[in-house]
């Protein structure tokens, strides 16, 4: 028999069809979904389209954690229909201000060994607790909820050995700055990075979701621990010990590819501006004058990161030069800070306290100022993304970001005079479900009226694709085009998450602020890309968007996992070159055409008409992707099935 790894038995157990091959397409079951707010408005319209009358996975819970600045009815009118939709359908709902989804999918609902998919890329923070949690489009979400499988390409596997034990004020982030230091923004694609080694019975449960929540910057289709005794411990202390499992490696397992990572050897690093893989060690940067500091996200907001800023900023205040803002990560983390007097620390140390929300992590309040440095124990820095689009950004983890605060200068936290604040944690968390509302009896719930603010508009329509699409380059970017390039987030254009039309004015408005109403004059086209084109988020606002303004193909030189599957459900077709170094001979403007009356062949051929040429395309097309494509996209395609 063959060793399997954590990933391979996980697949095995809700395996539903295709061949287990690298890179071929299977299908899975999915046992629990999630959403937030900002992708969940558009997956319950979707959800709603498909027309069944409840939930069919074992769990899924709606969250609302990204638009809560409610500037003005907007945000507000969001929340209501997404709690009307959840109460109809049977789907849990974690009310304003009860935290950031995944630490309260870790706190509240993971259980070891199942499938998970959730509309944020972040949706594998719940591999720290031995899930298969992936990150996926709104509709791909909807369809899971509508009991179809999820289809992903079937992993390799990488290993990462972790041996000995942390120094003292080295953790978990700077162990994932680590891994991304070694394989970079595009290093996980098409792989599940999963941790093993006696490093790994040192690390908490909350450390480990440090880990795995930001092994999404590597491309990876998920992160992932063993369920262990340290897993059995947490979920004792949160009153889940019923749902542990037990979940270990087969001896002997052989991964694809491994990495190694002592422990002991670690020191503080620090992403630098604008990429989560362009890492440093602190010390190589110190004295970098800071503007502000972040402590929180779904990355660093755990009762841990949290009582060790406290410590660090206890009976201290923050520099005159800087300001800093803590976003917990749910109200359990805040009970229990204000429970052992941390919350007073952070307080009385100037910490302006944020709502348990993702908050300035997408931009939502707290922009930087001009030109700033901002420090954050966050998981993105791309360009623009904190709100100001000369700030530069620098990912670090909870103690570089506490030192950095008191000094005002990026700092080694080595550097400060204390002894390391040893956190312990609690025996028994504070379990307080009362701002989750469960699911109601199916007869009560079909009475439930669907509350649809004036902000939520209908979905657009898309009809099939013809066999041949025509038209001009509407815009060639660079490589790592990410989608917060694509369709940005942040105060002003998050409210508009439900209304495709609105949204749709911004699409590239940080790249070519023209671009929106060049491609509606121009009835669409095609947009030509580097490497890794679609990386990081899973919002499928970036397809939707640019296919309401008529986007034909994306033709790149690679693209990343879950934009590649938002392309396909909405029907924009993407391609790569064959020759890569073709994508330095098509110029904007130039006019194309792209026959696709065979999406099944793997040879796909692209006339420029402008520069008389010709040029081979590539695809990772299923056949079902094909038929998806050619209907139009996923939800088309749905209904020609149901
Ligand atoms: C992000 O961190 O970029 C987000 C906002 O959480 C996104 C989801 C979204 O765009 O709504 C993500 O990571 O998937
Ligand atoms: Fe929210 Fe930021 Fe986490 Fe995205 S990365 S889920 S915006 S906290």
Redesign the pocket.
């Known amino acids: 028999m063959i060793a399997k790894s954590l990933t391979q038995k996980i697949i095995d157990a809700h395996y539903l069809d295709g061949k287990k091959i690298p890179g071929k397409e299977i299908a899975l079951k999915i046992d629990q979904t999630l959403t937030?707010d900002?992708?969940g408005t558009m997956a319950y319209l979707q959800f709603e389209a498909i027309g069944v009358p409840r939930v069919k996975t074992d769990l899924s819970v709606s969250y609302v954690d990204?638009n809560t600045l409610q500037s003005d009815f907007k945000n507000a009118d969001d929340h209501r229909f997404l709690q009307s939709i959840a109460q109809k359908y049977g789907i849990y709902f974690s009310r304003p201000g009860n935290g950031i989804c995944h630490q309260l999918h870790v706190e509240n609902f993971v259980i070891p060994g199942t499938t998970l998919i959730g509309?944020?890329?972040?949706t594998p923070t719940a591999g720290g607790v031995g899930a298969m949690a992936m990150?996926a489009g709104g509709l791909d979400v909807a369809a899971a909820m509508a009991g179809m499988p999820f289809r992903i390409k079937y992993p390799k596997i990488m290993g990462i050995r972790l041996t000995n034990e942390l120094q003292d004020w080295v953790s978990a982030k700077d162990i994932i700055l680590e891994v991304l230091r070694q394989i970079d923004v595009k290093g996980g694609v098409g792989y599940v990075l999963e941790y093993f080694g006696d490093g790994v019975d040192t690390l908490s449960v909350p450390e480990r979701a440090t880990i795995t929540n930001m092994g999404?910057e590597t491309g990876a289709t998920t992160s992932i621990f063993p369920s262990d005794n340290v897993t059995r411990s947490f979920m004792k202390s949160q009153g889940r010990e019923n749902n542990f499992k037990e979940l270990f490696p087969d001896q002997g397992v052989e991964y694809d590819k491994v990495i190694e990572i002592d422990l002991a050897e670690l020191e503080p690093l620090a992403a630098c501006p604008h990429s989560p893989g362009k890492v440093k060690p602190v010390r190589e940067l110190s004295d970098l004058p800071v503007q502000q500091v972040g402590i929180g996200s779904?990355t660093n907001s755990s009762l841990k990161d949290l009582e060790v800023s406290a410590r660090i900023l206890d009976g201290r205040t923050v520099s005159p030069d800087l300001h800093l803002t803590v976003n917990p990560g749910s109200r359990q983390v805040v009970d229990h800070l204000i429970e052992s007097g941390s919350f007073g620390k952070l307080v009385n140390a100037g910490a302006r306290i944020l709502e348990n929300a993702?908050g300035a992590?997408?931009g939502m309040g707290a922009a930087p100022s001009s030109k700033a440095v901002s420090v954050r124990t966050y998981?993105?820095n791309f360009k623009g993304?904190s709100g100001t689009k000369d700030a530069d950004v620098y990912l670090v983890s909870p103690e570089t970001a506490a030192a950095t605060a008191l000094t005002g200068k990026l700092t080694d936290p080595r550097q400060l005079v204390m002894p390391y604040p040893k956190i312990q944690l609690p025996e028994t968390f504070r379990v307080n479900t009362n701002m989750i509302i469960p699911p109601l009896e199916p007869e009560t719930a079909e009475q439930i009226e669907i509350i649809r603010g004036p902000n939520i508009a209908p979905l657009p329509d898309f009809p099939p694709l013809p066999d041949t699409l025509e038209g001009e380059v509407i815009l060639k970017v660079e490589n790592d085009i990410t989608?917060?390039h694509i369709?940005p987030?942040g105060a002003k254009i998050?409210p508009f998450?439900s209304n495709i039309p609105e949204i749709s004015k911004f699409v590239f408005e940080m790249v070519d602020p023209d671009f929106s109403n060049r491609a509606s004059e121009k009835g669409g086209g095609f947009i030509i890309g580097g490497e890794n084109y679609g990386q990081?988020?899973?919002?499928e606002?970036a397809a939707l968007a640019p296919k309401y303004l008529g986007v034909k193909a994306v033709i790149v030189k690679s693209f990343a996992r879950?934009h590649l599957a938002n392309l396909i459900n909405f029907g924009i077709v993407p391609m790569t070159f064959a020759d890569k170094a073709e994508y330095e001979d098509i110029q904007m403007g130039d006019q194309m055409i792209l026959v696709i009356n065979d999406l099944t062949d793997s040879q796909i051929c692209l006339k420029n008409l402008t520069r008389k040429k010709e040029y081979q395309l590539r695809h990772s097309l299923s056949k079902l992707d094909a038929q998806i494509l050619k209907a139009g996209g996923k939800l088309p395609w749905i209904k020609t099935q149901v």
């Open positions: 937030q900002a992708t990204h509309s944020d890329s972040h990150g999404t779904c993702c992590c997408i998981n993105r993304r989608t917060d369709m987030a998050l998450r990081g988020s899973s919002r606002h879950i």
